[in-house]
T-cell receptor, first 118, second 113 residues
Framework: AQKITQTQPGMFVQEKEAVTLDCTYD???????LFWYKQPSSGEMIFLIY??????QNATEGRYSLNFQKARKSANLVISASQLGDSAMYFC???????????????FGAGTRLAVHP | ETGVTQSPTHLIKTRGQQVTLRCSSQ?????VSWYQQALGQGPQFIFQ???????GRGNFPPRFSGLQFPNYSSELNVNALELDDSALYLC????????????FGPGTRLTVL
């Protein structure tokens, strides 16, 4: 069965520094997608970044980058130059199911709470 | 903002009652997924609707049901509410394609007393 593991319940970082949030996954499907979402205290799940299993390069979106190590089945999120507004829960998720035809579901990890200190 | 809206924002019900939650998908998106997020946990997949048909279901009992309308908006219905149904209910819409990223609404927080 597919599974996402986030081993860091909480992390803190100093403002303007970089931080890495860990995510490991387990799947036997050769085709999969990995996502990171941010959830502030308001509750909305905000999409940050996506990595496909066949993508050759690590995904980047502004201050977010995904350190994808396929052989180790890890997909760590790196946030550079942390800001106070980055304080939130961060969830790693994996897409299960075929992409075409609409069916897919996300399997989420337990999340990591990030606190950015001034 | 994603363009996905949900109503109501908060809801309080008593055990045994029924509830309907609503979701409007992002413009052009034909797929809506519903997730339940209990306090302190990651979201759990309830079911997905694609072009008005249920297209996948998670490990939830039949008292959780849904609909998708021709404009791709969706409803989640929960009958015979139990205390454990208290959670944040998230709706996500997606277009389909290579990444098929799901974009979430702000959620409905349901409290069952």
């Amino acid at each position: 069965a597919q599974k996402i593991t986030q081993t860091q319940p909480g992390m803190f970082v100093q403002e303007k520094e970089a931080v890495t949030l860990d995510c490991t996954y387990d799947t036997s499907d050769p085709s999969y997608g990995l996502f990171w979402y941010k959830q502030p205290s308001s509750g909305e799940m905000i999409f940050l970044i996506y990595q496909g299993s066949y993508d050759q390069q690590n995904a980047t979106e502004g201050r977010y980058s995904l350190n994808f190590q396929k052989a180790r089945k890890s997909a760590n999120l790196v946030i550079s130059a942390s800001q106070l507004g980055d304080s939130a829960m961060y969830f790693c998720a994996m897409r299960e199911g075929r992409v075409s035809g609409g069916y897919n579901k996300l399997i989420f990890g337990a999340g990591t709470r990030l606190a950015v200190h001034p | 903002e994603t363009g996905v809206t949900q109503s109501p924002t908060h809801l309080i019900k008593t055990r045994g009652q029924q509830v309907t939650l609503r979701c409007s998908s992002q413009s052009g998106h034909n797929t809506v997924s519903w997730y339940q997020q209990a306090l302190g946990q990651g979201p759990q997949f309830i079911f997905q609707y694609y072009r008005e048909e249920e297209n996948g279901r998670g490990n939830f009992p039949p008292r959780f049901s849904g609909l998708q309308f021709p404009n791709y908006s969706s409803e989640l219905n929960v009958n015979a509410l139990e205390l454990d149904d208290s959670a944040l209910y998230l709706c996500a819409s997606s277009l389909g394609g290579v990444t098929d990223t799901q974009y979430f609404g702000p959620g409905t927080r349901l409290t069952v007393l």
